[in-house]
């Protein structure tokens, strides 16, 4: 069975340049995460969906950051302008059910230059 | 102060040891609490659902505090295969049941 697909799996851009990551979430899941990772601040939850209505965007961190999800198997991040300081690995992530069990994809490893 | 804190580690340890990692939440209201596993350059995985009553699975054994907001991570006879990073992590309901991941713990077993 497909996991959670997200692409591009690595970006490297420049700053100010605007970004776009994609997430198919598993098939039948009705919530989907938007994580971010990095070293100083670990795992951090932007915003997360249920069935495709965003319920918590309180960890976006700023106007820069917007995320959508049209229907029930897409989801986009997207950054603009990208600065350094977004340079992390991105992780979406779906659940069945709340809290339940998340799984996670491979995730988008994003460097801006 | 963080949600969710552990021990950062490293933790080195030799084949075969016992190695336990804790953490500790700060909102008294949290409802929901896991260990997930995250191997270098991957993306987190579920190990084990964390109950009232403790749970052991295997060699892994999982215990939670509700007086002291304190999670534990056991894990015995450890296996090479064993290193990676173990996060903890706690959901609360009032918060719409989203997942709070601490920083992490680094374990690393020798032969």
């Known amino acids: 069975d497909a996991g959670v697909i997200q692409s591009p799996r690595h970006e490297v851009t420049e700053m100010g340049q605007e970004v776009t990551l994609r997430c198919k979430p598993i098939?039948?899941?009705?919530?989907l995460f938007w994580y971010r990772q990095t070293m100083m601040r670990g795992l951090e939850l932007l915003i997360y969906f249920n069935n495709n209505v965003p319920i918590d965007d309180s960890g976006m961190p700023e106007d820069r950051f917007s995320a959508k999800m049209p229907n029930a198997s897409f989801s986009t991040l997207k950054i603009q302008p990208s600065e350094p300081r977004d340079s992390a690995v991105y992780f979406c992530?779906?659940?069945?059910?709340?809290?339940?069990?998340?799984?996670f994809g491979e995730g988008s490893r994003l460097t801006v230059l | 102060r963080k949600e969710v804190e552990q021990d950062p580690g490293p933790f080195n340890v030799p084949e075969g040891a016992t190695v336990a990692f804790n953490c500790t939440y700060s909102n008294s209201a949290s409802q929901s609490f896991f260990w997930y596993r995250q191997d270098c350059r991957k993306e987190p995985k579920l190990l084990m659902s964390v109950y009232s009553s403790g749970n052991e699975d295997g060699r892994f054994t999982a215990q939670l505090n509700r007086a002291s907001q304190y999670i534990s991570l056991l894990i015995r006879d450890s296996k090479l295969s064993d290193s990676a990073t173990y996060l903890c992590v706690v959901s609360n309901y009032n918060q719409g049941g989203k997942l709070i991941f601490g920083q992490g713990t680094e374990l690393s077993v020798k032969p």
């Open positions: 098939s039948g899941h009705d919530y």
């Open positions: 992530a779906s659940s069945f059910d709340r809290p339940g069990e998340l799984f």
